[in-house]
T-cell receptor
């Protein structure tokens, strides 16, 4: 069964510092990997995805993520954090299996950017 | 970009009544829509997968007769919480996807409070 782990419930970072939100996954096939952001009482917004190709994926709002197959990780990064980046971040993996797609989300990591 | 509209954003109802939540894809055709429930400080729980013109596929533990899902067109899916009880109070989020390579696009969610 596929699974996604976000080991940190919360990440605190000072404004202007680089940030990393960790994600590891476990799947039996080739994964499609995603990051989503959720602001309070809102749905999720798509940030970026990895399907194939370059391991470094660039997404919205200056975020990027690096796919590491050997470590089965897909950490979200940003060189310089903004206070407005404070939100809940979800990593997700989608696997195609026999024509059926299943998406599994991590438990979410709350990012707090401190002014 | 792709937009999913979810309505209402907030609803308060009395115990025993039914509530309908609508999810619309505004600028793309969504062959598949998903309904999630989010508990405080927890990840998204997939309730059901809805394919246009066919019966929804419910996840284990989700009561089909209580959470009625209809996907009558390629742009509209509805979730009806029947005979609502206080324990049904939660944040419900819909998502939709165009083709198989597209990411999920989420509605803004509906905060349901059952008194």
């Amino acid at each position: 069964a596929q699974s996604v782990a976000q080991p940190e419930d919360q990440v605190n970072v000072a404004e202007g510092n680089p940030l990393t939100v960790k994600c590891t996954y476990s799947v039996s096939g080739n994964p499609y990997l995603f990051w989503y952001v959720q602001y309070p009482n809102r749905g999720l917004q798509f940030l970026l995805k990895y399907i194939t190709g370059d391991n470094l994926v660039k997404g919205s709002y200056g975020f990027e993520a690096e796919f590491n197959k050997s470590q089965t990780s897909f950490h979200l990064k940003k060189p310089s954090a903004l206070v407005s980046d404070s939100a809940l971040y979800f990593c997700a993996v989608r696997v195609l299996s026999g024509g059926y797609q299943k998406v599994t989300f991590g438990t979410g990591t709350k990012l707090q950017v401190i002014p | 970009g792709a937009v999913v509209s979810q309505h209402p954003s907030r609803v308060i109802c009395k115990s025993g009544t039914s509530v309908k939540i609508e999810c619309r894809s505004l600028d793309f055709q969504a062959t598949t829509m998903f309904w999630y429930r989010q508990f405080p400080k927890q990840s998204l729980m997939l309730m059901a997968t809805s394919n246009e013109g066919s019966k929804a596929t419910y996840e284990q533990g989700v009561e089909k007769d209580k959470f009625l899902i209809n996907h009558a067109s390629l742009t509209l899916s509805t979730l009806t919480v029947t005979s609502a009880h206080p324990e049904d109070s939660s944040f419900y989020i819909c998502s939709a996807r165009g083709d198989n390579n597209s990411p999920l696009h989420f509605g803004n969610g509906t905060r349901l409070t059952v008194t």
